[in-house]
């Protein structure tokens, strides 16, 4: 079922920073695998370490609500600041509450990353680093254009395994087409 009609999409607040702090710890604590930080990190950082995170104006968190304003799902952009690097942005953080998932949730999200970025100066392209085994991040990322263009082997080191990182990107124009 695809329920993402009934989803809006807002920039969080500082205010929101409870919520997103709910949400992150969330996600970080399902899907231990999908992110760099873990769940015992961020869970020691104090709400005002999360308000900026909101407030910071290189940056912008979407947040995905229900029809009932529960959030749902985020992602978050991050300008890079050098001045030869002010083309790209990153995207990061992507995660819809498993309850939520395969709804079309994580498309609008993207969907309506790549239009808030193209509304900012001067961003031609996106970047992304995604898990290597994580197939449901990789068919919805492929699916929108992101083209690999690196690993990183041993990128992640956790208590059992290592994670290898692959690296994506695609430029944030509405008219690219991606190579089949
Ligand atoms: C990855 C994630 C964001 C996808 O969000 P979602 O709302 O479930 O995705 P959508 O329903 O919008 O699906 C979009 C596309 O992604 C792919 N996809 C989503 N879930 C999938 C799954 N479990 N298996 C395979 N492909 C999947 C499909 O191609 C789908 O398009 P289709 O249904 O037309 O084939 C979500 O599953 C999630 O939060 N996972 C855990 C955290 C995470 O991995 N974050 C990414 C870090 S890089």
Do not use: C
């Not at 809006?8 to 899907?31: F, N, P, Q």
């Amino acid at each position: 079922m695809n329920v993402a009609a009934g989803i809006s999409v807002r920039t969080l607040k500082a205010a929101d920073a409870g919520l997103y702090r709910a949400i992150m710890l969330r996600g970080y604590s399902e899907h231990p695998d999908a992110f760099t930080s873990t769940f015992e990190e961020r869970a020691t950082k104090p709400i005002d370490w999360w308000s900026r995170r909101l407030q910071d104006p290189t940056t912008a968190t979407l947040g995905a609500f229900d029809s009932g304003d529960t959030l749902i799902g985020t992602v978050r952009l991050e300008q890079f600041q050098r001045a030869r690097e002010r083309h790209k942005i990153n995207l990061a953080a992507m995660y819809v509450m498993r309850d939520f998932a395969g709804q079309g949730i994580g498309r609008k999200l993207m969907d309506e990353a790549l239009i808030a970025s193209r509304k900012l100066s001067g961003i031609e392209m996106m970047n992304l680093t995604v898990t290597s085994d994580n197939l449901a991040a990789l068919r919805l990322y492929g699916k929108v254009g992101f083209q690999e263009f690196g690993r990183e082997q041993r990128a992640v080191k956790g208590d059992t395994h290592y994670l290898d990182k692959l690296y994506m990107w695609r430029p944030i124009s509405a008219e690219y087409v991606a190579p089949i």
